[in-house]
């Protein structure tokens, strides 16, 4: 099987021999050629001559230097290669859990330096997706584009019926090189995995397939779309003062390559130079967190990307939120794991945090449990007696992933995403001056959002959706249960159990017990004969019925198999 892997991998590289020759002498000039000579990359495209590098990454001396050139030279390779490994660069740089400090420090350099596309270009695509003529739809498009990102270039157009829009449009091609450059991506990765036990415990090759997967999703609009109203619905239950603005999605003028929706007059937060001059904006922006962090805890949905480009101050002070292809989602299950792992936080409650770490995340040996107590004990230290003023909520998350990494205990990806949204606010907070006070927040909603989970109608749905999976497993255990012994028939199987140094053990009990078994047959043949005699006059042996004779020749026929036994104990 793993030659077919390994064989199915080499023919997609090939197949896409000139991007691999292309990023392969990329990487080699940045001075990863070592890595491309070891894993023997290079001798899967017909002459082709590495170019050779003036650095050696293998003669850096400590490991912060060393981790900060692999990191450097990454991000030099990333940029140049494109907008599939700029995106590559920036999802890597959100994995503190398991990338090194100082080479995350390099990759969050990373910036979207995706060019535009020609406004004609943007112009075919966005009139094909349409069904009427452009002009019966827009009365303006500006040729400006008014945000340009690897995906996608947005342009701000007016509709016939007088509203402001903004027009989303995806790049021509851009899912082929990214599924052409994936390919290539995880081929390299596996190859270097194999070849290096340090890579392979960073467990590289699982980003890449999360990267993967989180930016084909945002390759689809009608998903943006989608998450843009999930959203809005569950803020409308909860934000009874209206300060989250969720521009309106024109469904009936999007598609999966373009999206249509409300432009939101106001500026982006990171482009506010001086907050202190608006505090209704911060009021705002403080009852915002309280919300969002409501949406994550209780409704398990949320907006997994927000900084400080992704929302606006309007013009009447309210907050507008925009850009919803990456959300978080997170199940009943899930939501009361986090609540209990954030209360265990704020309790320094080190042992049930261990419990429900270990219960959710990715290990592949149990760890000590005794040990991993005493590393958080000791890793969380610094925070005991801290207000939740003075928690630095980023530092206090990186402890604690950095803990479970050395015990290489992985979080699954869902998780990350809201401990990373977590960060993220924190240093969204930290960007504008603002004390966001994440840690208050939770302390303050938590129990709210502990007695939603718990309430009656809650428990009355839980209990209602364990008795159908009861019945069900009522309904489909027999069936099972039916197929399985119709397969042991058909296929002759024997059930054998071997217990290492129990055998001889266990076979002396079985022949004690029975022979213990054949003692109380002979005993009881030998009875039933008498019992046979009742009450007869026997003056010769052969007043004594047959019946009888029977019972003791069986009587005796045990006893002999009771003695072969006994002598083979």
């Known amino acids: 099987m793993n030659i077919i892997k390994t064989g199915i991998g080499i023919s997609k590289t090939i197949k896409n021999v000139n991007r691999t020759r292309e990023i392969l002498s990329v990487f080699a000039r940045h001075g990863f050629d070592e890595f491309i000579i070891n894993t023997k990359l290079h001798l899967l495209i017909p002459n082709f001559v590495i170019p050779k590098s003036r650095f050696k990454i293998s003669e850096e001396q400590s ?56 406004f004609n270009e943007a112009k075919l695509r966005i009139s094909e997706e349409m069904s009427l003529p452009l002009n019966d739809i827009f009365s303006e498009i500006e040729e400006t584009p008014i945000g340009v990102a690897s995906i996608g270039v947005v342009y701000k157009a007016k509709l016939v019926s007088g509203e402001d ?7 021509p091609k851009i899912k082929k090189v990214i599924i052409n450059d994936f390919e ?17 415990y960073l467990g590289l090759s699982r980003a890449i397939e999360d990267f993967f997967r989180n930016i084909m999703l945002e390759l689809n609009f009608v998903i943006e779309a989608n998450n843009n109203k999930v959203i809005k619905e569950n803020l409308k239950r909860i934000d009874k003062e209206e300060i989250f603005i969720i ?63 992704n929302f606006f101050r309007l013009v009447d002070d309210k907050i507008g939120l ?137 428990l009355i749905e839980e209990a209602s959706w364990l008795g159908r999976d009861v019945l069900n497993s009522l309904r489909i255990v027999p069936r099972h249960f039916k197929w399985m012994l119709k397969e042991f028939s058909k296929k002759k199987y024997v059930l054998e159990i071997s217990l290492k140094d129990t055998n001889k053990q ?31 006059k026997i003056a010769h042996f052969e007043d004594i019925p047959v019946v009888a004779y029977v019972c003791w020749i069986l009587a005796g026929l045990s006893f002999f198999r009771a003695s072969v036994i006994y002598k083979l104990k």
């Open 247 to 309: 521009p309106k999605i024109y469904k009936e003028l999007s598609t999966s390559k373009v999206l249509v929706m409300d432009y939101l007059a106001g500026e982006p937060f990171n482009e506010i130079e001086n907050l202190d001059e608006l505090p209704k904006v911060k009021e705002n922006l403080d009852q915002g967190v309280k919300l969002f962090l409501h949406t994550m805890l209780a409704d398990g949905f949320f907006h997994a990307d927000l900084h400080g480009g």
């Open 63 to 118: 490991d912060y230097d060393f981790w900060k050139t692999i990191g450097y030279r990454l991000r030099e390779s990333f940029e140049e290669l494109g907008p599939s490994f700029i995106k590559l660069g920036q999802l890597l740089a959100t994995r503190e859990d398991i990338l090194d400090p100082a080479l995350i420090a390099e990759l969050k350099k990373l910036q979207n330096k995706a060019k535009s596309i020609p």
């Open 506 to 536: 266990i076979n002396y009990l079985s022949r004690s017990i029975y022979f213990l078994g054949l003692i109380i047959l002979t005993c009881s043949f030998f009875i039933s004969g008498i019992i046979v005699l009742g009450d007869l």
């Open 184 to 200: 290539i991506m995880d081929f390299v990765v596996r190859k270097l995995e194999a070849a290096s036990e340090d890579i392979r």
């Open 165 to 171: 829009v903004v027009i989303k449009v995806r790049r």
């Open 322 to 458: 925009i850009d919803f292809g990456l959300v978080g989602t997170l199940s009943k299950q899930n939501r009361t794991s986090l609540i209990a792992i954030l209360y265990a936080v704020l309790t320094n409650n080190y042992e049930n945090l261990v419990y429900e770490f270990l219960d959710i995340a990715d290990f592949e040996e149990i760890p000590s449990h005794e040990v991993l107590v005493r590393d958080l004990r000791d890793a969380l230290s610094p925070y005991i007696g801290m207000s939740v003023k003075e928690t630095d909520v980023t530092s206090l998350v990186h402890s604690i992933v950095s803990t479970l990494s050395k015990h290489r205990i992985y979080l699954p990806r869902e998780w990350f995403i809201i401990f990373r949204a977590l960060m993220t606010l924190d240093g969204v907070g930290k960007s504008l001056d603002i004390d966001l006070n994440i840690f208050e927040v939770i302390d303050g909603e938590i129990h709210e959002i502990i007695g939603e989970l718990v309430s009656k109608d809650a």
